[in-house]
Each structure stands twice: as structure tokens, then as C-alpha cells.
């Protein structure tokens, strides 16, 4: 393979549900040379006068060859052109949604960051999701008796785990917390295998890893703990525990996440708001049914971005399955109007993660957007990226 021909960038978009497929091919060089393209039903091949290289796609991808259309030449980016593409989507969710199956078994709950041992061996019999926000109202609405959960809160027993939409909630009372007369507020609750909090008479009341000091949640009440989908993995205490790069454990939980919320609630806009109610990133779902292919030219500049350790090497190919989202950063008092519209709306949903996971999730997005053909970088006033599954 000569160098100039491996200097080709290709980036290949598969959706899933239509059938069809995205396919750019970049210039070898910036001044352009002769090339000659062969598209195969599962590799591509490319020829320059000073070499040939070949990309193989992956077994589930198949193109068809004869279908072909939509030929252009975009300067910036290179050839564009659509065909007609066959995906299975198999992808392996890493994040822990479908907590049923978890159910009787005796589960470790780790710090994803770290891998400290924040409760060890607790015996799950009922993982139950949370009912919506308004779930109060419609109560009201559809009891003909005064409302008997009226002033009541939905908290956890012992040997229960309650699901919200980011979130975890768990009964620490018999792992870390002593007994109590009423709930005091927290500065810090330094949670490790070991078993013991460290409590401060402050008005906060985060949980925070003992190892690695990363923000895993908030305690709810004296016996309630809420812990975020972003910060924790649960895993069968016969399991060990599974090291997962960060970027791709906090991308998959917000792709599942949108896809769950939007499946659910038929609703597909999204605020990302950090503990303490700040909207840092203001989200707009897509599609979930992508396949994306890529082959990059260089990665020097990753190397300035430690936290994106999934990130590609030089001349390497790969695929994943994504969610494409619309994105506007909110950080600096930026797109404030635009914050203003989406929280009064009622079709917006409210995402809540720690912030520094929301700065982790912007971070993300930015570097998914650069690695995106230029055409494709915008829509409208939107920035476009894709997150992992």
C-alpha cells in the first residue's frame, strides 16, 4: 500500500432501516489526482498512480454495487455519492438498561472511572424503572379517590433498584450508611468497599468516589442514594469488573438513554443540564439506525485529548453503530435564547448527569464533529455529530 494512496480518507454512513448508504471519498492530495475507484459489495478499492489500497467492510455491511447515484464532487471533502447498502445492526449495549435480568442475583456496584468498589454483593429482587415526571398528575387524573400517593416519595427498599432516565436509586442503608435520626445535609460521602462515609455539616450533598474523588451521585434522603448511569456499572458479583474506555462508556449510555426517552416518549430533544440545573449541551436526536465506517487519514491531534482514549489510529478503518444528534453548546452564556425556548417547552426532556460528565459529553460531540467530512459538520445553525452504541 503506497503512502499517498493510504492518505485517502473514506467515510461511509449506513442507515439501517432505509437501506441506503452515504459514501465520501476524500483527495488524496490537496491539488487532486487521477483515481480510480472500484466499489465491490464488501470492500472498496482505490487506485492512484502511486498505489492501491483496499478497505475491507465489515460482515454485516453489504453494498450494491449497481445502484450508485448522486455522483458529485464536493471541494473540501471530495466525491459524494448514495447506494443502496444491507446492515444488520448487532451491536453489544454496554450500559445497563434492561436491568431485569439482573434480578435475584447478587450485583457489585463499581465506579466506572476507577473501578472502586462502591457496594459489593447486594441481592437485587426488584429492578423497577420510575415512573415519568408527571406521573403525579396523572394519577389525579385518572383515580375517582383522593389520590393515595399524594406527598409520598418513591424510595427503595433494602433489595431494590429503582431506574430513572440517567440515574440509579439504591437503599444504602445496610452498606453505608449508619442509622440515623433525620437526614443531615453533606458536603462529601466518600464511598469505598470498605464501607464508610465521611460526613460534613455543609449544604451539599454529593457522593463521591474515595479512589479517583469522581462525582457519582447524590444522596436523595437518610437512607437513598442516586447514583448516575454515566459514573457506575453493575455487574454479576461472579463477574469481574470490565474496563471500559471512558468515552465510549459515557457515549453509549447517552445514545441508549435518547434512544430509550424517544421510543418511550416519542420526544426527541433534549436538554444536558448539569446537579446543579445548568444547561451545558442542548441535544437533538436524529436517527438511531446508523452505521458508520471510517477511515482516517492522520490522528496527530488526538493525541492533545487524553480523555478520548477510543479515538482511531493513523490508517486504520472501523465501524460502530451511532446515533446522529444536532448540537449546541451552552457553555459561557452561549445559544441563551435558544435555552430559554427548550426549557418552556414541554416536548423538551431534561437529561441530568454530574457536570463534569456533561463537559466529558461536549467534549465528545466536539471531536466527533471534527472528525465529520466538512458538508456534514453543519446543519442549519446545529453542529452534527454521532454517538457511539
Known sequence: MAASAAETRVFLEVRGQLQSALLILGEPKEGGMPMNISIMPSSLQMKTPEGCTEIQLPAEVRLVPSSCRGLQFVVGDGLHLRLQAQAKLGTKLISM??????AQECCTFYCQSCGEVIIKDRKLLRVLPLPSENWGALVGEWCCHPDP?????????????????SFFLVNLRTSLWQQRPELSPVEMCCVSSDNHCKLEPKANTKVICKRCKVMLGETVSSETTKFYMTEIIIQSSERSFPIIPRSWFVQSVIAQCLVQLSSARSTFRFTIQGQDDKVYILLWLLNSDSLVIESLRNSKYIKKFPLLEDTLKADSSSAWSAVKVLYQPCIKSRNEKLVSSWESDISVHPLTLPSATCLELLLILSKSNANLPSSLRHMNSFQVAFLKM
Open 97 to 102: 438498561f434492561n436491568q431485569s435480568s439482573q
Open 149 to 165: 400517593f399524594a406527598n409520598k416519595s418513591l424510595h427503595p427498599q433494602e433489595n431494590d433498584c429503582f431506574i430513572g432516565d
